[in-house]
């Protein structure tokens, strides 16, 4: 456990009462740990700002699936990322629309970069990324962190083969969940 240090804050009495009520309703058990919460989201916003900062998070997709080429487009353009994708599933939302979860993790640009081509599709209704920085990053995990190479070929269509720096085994069927990481595929 690191050691702790104590220090004073000067503050406005009213923001301190607006503080103290909002760290009540939250249930914070002290202002210590609400502190502590608050400097912890204002280094992850920072690491979140810069490109090399590594982050995770989800970039939720919902579209079309009968718009002309989406499909293979959503598909195409992950596999060009797949380095950062750790899982993605698809849920039909009715006869037309579906919901897609792509987990990803690494660089903040890459990320952002591949959620805005994502989004950038023809037929995607909706996107949004939503990304945290790691806490392990200061422990020297980001180096080599998800590096895990193999090889994989898939059916049903698919054709081709390429390498992932991860471990999985794969099978398609009707869902469509990709698992990256070290999981297994339910395609």
Do not use: N
Not at 163 to 171: G, K, L, N
């Amino acid at each position: 456990m690191p050691h702790i240090e104590r220090f004073g804050v000067s503050i406005d009495s009213d923001l301190l009462a607006g503080f103290d009520r909002m760290i009540a309703e939250k249930g914070y058990p002290s202002r210590s740990e609400a502190v502590r919460d608050l400097v912890r989201g204002l280094m992850v916003r920072e690491k979140w700002g810069l490109p090399e900062g590594i982050v995770v998070g989800a970039i939720t997709l919902v579209y079309d699936h009968q718009a002309r080429m989406l499909d293979y487009k959503l598909t195409h353009l992950q596999h060009d990322y797949h380095d950062l994708i750790r899982f993605s599933t698809h849920l039909h939302l009715d006869e037309r629309h579906c919901v897609q979860v792509v987990i990803v993790g690494g660089p903040a640009g890459r990320v952002r970069e591949l959620a805005d081509r994502l989004s950038a599709l023809k037929g995607v209704k909706h996107a949004e990324l939503s990304c945290t920085g790691v806490a392990w990053e200061e422990d020297g995990a980001e180096e080599g962190g998800y590096e895990r190479e193999h090889e994989h070929a898939h059916g049903d269509g698919h054709g081709h083969e390429h390498e992932h720096d991860h471990d999985h085994a794969h099978e398609h069927g009707q869902d469509h969940d990709h698992e990256h990481g070290d999981h297994e595929h339910e395609h």
